[in-house]
């Protein structure tokens, strides 16, 4: 096998009560991207569609994910890589995710998979770094794994996948505004009420006991988010409204997607999700801002081959 | 049936990164109650040993706890109680919830059971603000369910039970001195960093997975408590060598049971569990403070009839 096509899904980070260690993956929304295993050595980026990213690859998030795998496993070729964005940048659908989990995913099916899954979150994270100024894997995680994951914790990587129960759909508003990430980090306040958190933990451990035991209820009721979106959703115009829309439409639960813009809401079935969907584009097109909206179910698989 | 005998099974709240909403039920240590339908209306305590408690039924847990029960139900009898403390008063690990959560559970078997187990949660917290200042729930949920409780929220009140893996055991040793609750509540800061937040859930993530998955290395490794016992430890001398002796003798994981000052450890398997329960002996002993030790298998049924 020299070249393959791969699929890099969207993902959505935080999930209300799950702050920097919950996502989910998506199946319609992603990007696609090409390898080609070369003589000599090294990784060069020679396409990219469908954003003004940076060629060199030092300076490119699939680059620098890509280096890191290279660097680890030093393999006796090198690696060409096509990008083709479908995921905006800054829509907080972790679009630098899937390019840094599509690098390493990528490289490593080339070289023959010498990495497990849960190895190459460690040097998607790399990546990471490079777009988001940390090692975060709340997006990376969910993005080749699949389903639900939560990262328990960084010393040393520690991240648990949770299979979706069947019936769990997601949609996504995304919009056409930009949040830096920068400011929606800048309106965290660097502490929390003690009160405040053992809500948080009591709503993420609902959400965990319900995924495992497939309770929609449960998973709804647990979809709650005390401390970080109070703060974030000044930063997002409609956000109120298109959330309440969700939940009147019968979402399980609604949010900011990752640092947002993005508005997500998680249904029970297809037609509740359709028709979640079509009360927040209801909701949002009072604002006057541009928007898309997707429909997708949980993707079980995460990133693959095409 | 007029007459019942039942099992009031000791506790473990908190159980490291879940404070204020974790707690697992013990087998081996509990009171014994009670219970007698009699001719009239009412609630009276007819005897009370092992403990220096009031007769009054307003001022008694188990009391105030029943008393909300036949309030709420209005059967056409009186009960009478009788309570047979074995758990210690004070120790950390759940004797007014034994007794509040008993006290239900007994009334409710003599009425025929007109309330689930679920429901006597709720009667049972009051019983325990009788104790406590305020109605929660972390010792009352896994002393009437059973196995390891998760108090999603309380408004309204929302357990989860989660079935204990088959080998987890349990260690408690109890060192024989007073921590005022009002003292282990005032060393606790109102706020945290939003930082060890994200770690104490990302941990409660952990552990809740890995009790539903049985993987008992994931549960050792979620066993972390970096808001609470920082705080807390000084009350307790000689925690945190107890703590390390038990983490060298194999323990999943070690911390303050409740608000202390008894000290636990979880352990898999009863061999590892007595190992544990040696080293911690030993390493307690070095204080020179009285203290007695625990050990018991995980109790996945509660409170029971015998």
Redesign the interface.
């Known amino acids: 096998m020299n070249e393959i096509k791969i699929f890099c899904p969207a993902t959505i980070a935080n999930l209300n ?6 996502g989910v993956c998506l199946e319609g929304i992603g990007d696609e991207m090409v390898f080609r295993k070369v003589p000599g050595k090294g990784v060069r980026i020679t396409q990219i569609t469908g954003a003004d990213l940076p060629f060199e690859t030092e300076k490119n998030v699939a680059g620098v994910a890509a280096l890191a795998l290279v660097n680890a496993a030093n393999p006796d070729s090198g690696f060409e890589i096509e990008i083709h964005k479908k995921i905006k940048a800054g829509s907080g659908i972790g679009s630098s995710s899937a390019s840094a989990a599509g690098a390493v995913f990528g490289i490593n099916e080339l070289m023959g998979r010498p990495f497990t899954k849960h190895q190459l979150v460690d040097f998607a994270m790399k990546g990471e770094a490079l777009a988001s100024g940390s090692e975060h894997a709340d997006n990376v995680a969910p993005c080749i794994l699949g389903g639900f994951t ?4 960084y010393n040393p990587l ?1 991240v ?1 996948k ?1 299979e979706s129960p069947s019936e769990i759909y997601a949609v996504v508003l995304h919009p056409h505004i930009e949040v830096k990430t920068s400011d929606s980090r800048a309106v ?8 405040a ?13 319900g995924l ?2 497939k309770d929609y209820e ?1 998973i709804g ?2 979809l709650q988010d005390v ?1 970080i979106e109070p703060m974030r959703k000044k930063l997002i115009p409609g956000f109120e409204n298109t959330k309440n829309s969700a939940l009147d439409a019968g979402a399980l639960g609604a949010g900011i997607s990752g640092a947002g813009p993005s508005i997500f809401a998680l249904c029970k079935g297809q037609t509740s999700a359709e028709k979640v969907a079509f009360a927040m584009s209801n909701a949002y097109l009072e604002t006057g801002i541009p928007f898309d909206i997707h429909l997708s179910k949980v993707n079980d698989e995460g990133v693959k081959t095409i």
Chains 1, 2 share one sequence.
């Open positions: 009560c799950g702050f920097d260690v919950m939560l990262v328990r914790g520690d648990i949770i965290l306040s660097p502490n929390v009420t003690l009160k958190a053992i809500t948080q933990w009591g709503n993420l451990g609902g959400l965990i006991a495992y035991t449960l009721r647990s401390i």
